[in-house]
C-alpha cells in the first residue's frame, strides 16, 4: 500500500478547496506549530508539516521556544495563538520536555483549533461517536482502508498498542465502521490475538514485534511503528518481508502510514478554517 501515493492524493484534494476558500471567501487557512526545545525527530516531522502546509496553501508559522521555556510561558503561547482570528489550527509537537505536563498543555489548545485531535473534547466527542476532528494517524488509517476498498464491517480488526494518539481512537473509527475490535496490550497473547485478525493495525514502537508467521493469510496490516536500527535503518512494529507474503495489503515504513499523518493534518486544518474561520459578516 503506498502510502505516499494516498498521501499526495490527499493533499491535491485539500489544495483545489484551499483555492477555492480564498477565491470565493478570501480566506486562508492558517497553521501554527509549535515545537519546543531541539529533539531532532521532532524537528525532521515538523519540517514535513511546514512543507505540506506551503504545498496545500496554508499560511503556517513555525515557533520554537527553547527547552528551558517554563509551562506557565508556554500556556500564554498558546493562549496567544487561540486568540489570533489568523490561526485556524494549532499543533504543538510531542514529546513536551519533562518539566511541562503535556495533558495541560493540550487541553489549553482551543478544541476548534487542536487539528491534532487531541483535546479531551474531541476525544470525547469520538468516543461518543459524534462528528470531531479525528487524530490524524489513525483518521489516515481509516483513509488508506477505504482506498483498497477495505470495509471493517464485520471483520476482526486488532489493534496493537493502546496510546490515547493512536490505538485508542483506531479502535473507535473501527469500532464505528462496525468491525469487531480487539485492543491488545503488553499484558495480551499478541500471537493468538494477530492470528484472528482481518484487519491489523500495529502501533507500540518495539521494531519488528509481530511475525509474519502470525498474520492470517489475506490479511491487512498496517503498520504505524518508526523504529530507527542501530545501522540508521527504519523499520515498522511489523516483520515486513514475511508478512507481506501472507497479507493482501500492507503498509510499508517508511512510506506507509507516516505521510498520511501529515496529509490528514492538513485536511484537519481545512476543515477548522472552514468551520470556524467562515465568520458570517451579521449586517
Ligand atoms: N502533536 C503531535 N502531532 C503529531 O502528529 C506527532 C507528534 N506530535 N509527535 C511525533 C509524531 C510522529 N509523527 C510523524 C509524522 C510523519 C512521519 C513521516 O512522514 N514519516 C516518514 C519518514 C520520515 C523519516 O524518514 O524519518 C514515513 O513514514 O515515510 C513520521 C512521524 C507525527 N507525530
Known amino acids: 500500500m503506498d502510502g505516499k501515493a494516498v ?13 477555492r476558500l480564498k477565491l470565493e471567501h478570501g480566506l486562508t487557512p492558517g497553521l501554527a506549530v509549535v515545537r519546543v526545545g531541539e529533539d531532532p525527530a521532532s524537528k525532521v516531522y515538523v519540517n514535513g508539516k511546514k512543507k505540506a502546509a506551503e504545498e ?19 500556556l500564554e503561547l498558546i493562549h496567544q495563538l487561540n486568540a489570533d482570528p489568523a490561526v485556524h489550527g494549532i499543533l504543538v509537537q510531542l514529546p513536551l520536555p519533562r518539566h511541562i505536563d503535556p495533558d495541560v498543555i493540550i487541553s489549553a489548545v482551543k478544541p476548534e483549533k487542536d487539528v491534532d485531535g487531541f483535546h479531551p473534547l474531541n476525544a470525547g466527542n469520538l468516543l461518543l461517536g459524534r462528528s470531531t476532528t479525528r487524530a490524524c494517524t ?6 488508506l482502508l477505504e482506498e483498497i476498498g477495505c ?31 480487539t485492543i491488545c496490550h503488553s499484558k495480551s497473547d499478541l500471537r493468538r490475538e494477530v492470528e484472528g485478525a482481518d484487519i ?4 507500540v514502537g518495539v521494531a519488528e514485534l509481530v511475525k509474519g508467521a502470525w498474520i492470517k493469510p489475506g490479511a491487512v496490516v498496517i503498520d504505524v ?13 511489523v516483520e515486513f518481508a514475511a508478512s507481506a507474503e501472507r497479507a493482501s495489503f500492507i503498509t510499508p515504513v517508511p512510506g506507509g502510514v507516516g505521510p ?17 474561520g467562515l465568520v458570517p459578516v451579521v449586517k
Open 7 to 19: 498521501a499526495a492524493r490527499v493533499r491535491a484534494e485539500v489544495k483545489a478547496e484551499v483555492d
Open 56 to 74: 496545500v496553501g496554508f499560511r503556517s508559522w513555525e515557533l520554537h521556544p527553547d527547552e528551558g521555556i517554563t509551562q506557565a510561558a508556554l
Open 138 to 143: 489513525p483518521y489516515g488509517v481509516m483513509r
Open 151 to 181: 470495509d471493517p464491517a464485520g471483520k476482526r480488526a486488532v489493534v496493537v498498542g493502546r496510546s490515547n494518539i493512536v490505538g485508542k481512537p483506531m479502535a473507535l473509527m473501527l469500532l464505528q465502521k462496525n468491525a469487531t475490535v
Open 200 to 203: 491489523l493495525v500495529v502501533a
Open 225 to 237: 511503528g518508526m523504529n530507527r536500527k542501530p545501522d540508521g535503518k527504519l523499520v515498522g512494529d
Open 260 to 276: 498520511m499523518t501529515i496529509a490528514m493534518l492538513m485536511r484537519n486544518t481545512l476543515d477548522a478554517a472552514v468551520r470556524y
